[in-house]
């Protein structure tokens, strides 16, 4: 059974810090891995899609990167924003047909200006 | 081209009823999936709709159902409704075409709280 972990599951940075969010899986045999960014009481916004063939991702200041051996991903930001405040999940996706993600709790990141 | 829509954006219930969220799938899509999202924690997969076909499950009990409609829109519905159902709702489009299964893209979820 695959499960997603993120820790810590909150933190606070101020303003300007680049930072590392962290992501880790147990099973390896995944089809893509992806980061979403959910503002309180929202829906989920798609911020990078990795295929599993994939090393990394990027989009402007964010970079999210894969190593499927290790069952790890990390989503850095630079030059964080107070607008960055947010929870960011990190969900995978199986191999085959099904696409059921799975994701993890999410970690509450408070930018402070 | 527009996006995935749920109605209705908050519910409240009381316990033993039954409810019926509604997801319109993004133009082009052909696959619902459905997710709950409890206070504080990452949302768990509860079914997927293709082709008006329940096509996969996660742990929920029976009394989580839901359709597909021609159109591809969905509905869920939750019977005997629970406390511990209270929860944001989430609804997932995403085109299933040749075996394979594309990006899933969110709507805006609709908050269920059972009092």
């Known amino acids: 059974k695959q499960e997603v972990t993120q820790i810590p599951a909150a933190l606070s940075v101020p303003e300007g810090e680049n930072l590392v969010l962290n992501c880790s899986f147990t099973d390896s045999a995944i089809y893509n891995l992806q980061w979403f960014r959910q503002d309180p009481g929202k829906g989920l916004t798609s911020l990078l899609l990795i295929q599993s063939s994939q090393r990394e991702q990027t989009s402007g200041r964010l970079n999210a990167s894969l190593d499927k051996s290790s069952g790890r991903s990390t989503l850095y930001i630079a030059a964080s924003q107070p607008g960055d405040s947010a929870t960011y999940l990190c969900?995978?996706?199986?191999?085959?047909?099904?696409?059921?993600?799975?994701f993890g709790k999410g970690i509450t990141l408070s930018v402070r200006p | 081209e527009t996006g995935v829509t749920q109605s209705p954006t908050h519910l409240i219930k009381t316990r033993g009823q039954q409810v019926t969220l509604r997801c319109s799938s993004q133009s082009g899509h052909n696959t619902v999936s459905w997710y709950q999202q409890a206070l504080g924690q990452g949302p768990q997969f509860i079914f997927q709709y293709y082709r008006e076909e329940e096509n996969g499950r996660g742990n929920f009990p029976p009394r989580f159902s839901g359709l597909q409609f021609p159109n591809y829109s969905s509905e869920l519905n939750v019977n005997a409704l629970e406390l511990d159902d209270s929860a944001l709702y989430l609804c997932?489009?995403?085109?299933?075409?040749?075996?394979?299964?594309?990006?899933?893209?969110f709507g805006p979820g609709t908050r269920l709280t059972v009092t």
């Open positions: 969900a995978v996706r199986p191999t085959g047909a099904n696409s059921k993600l799975t």
């Open positions: 997932a489009s995403s085109l299933n075409r040749g075996g394979a299964a594309y990006e899933q893209y």
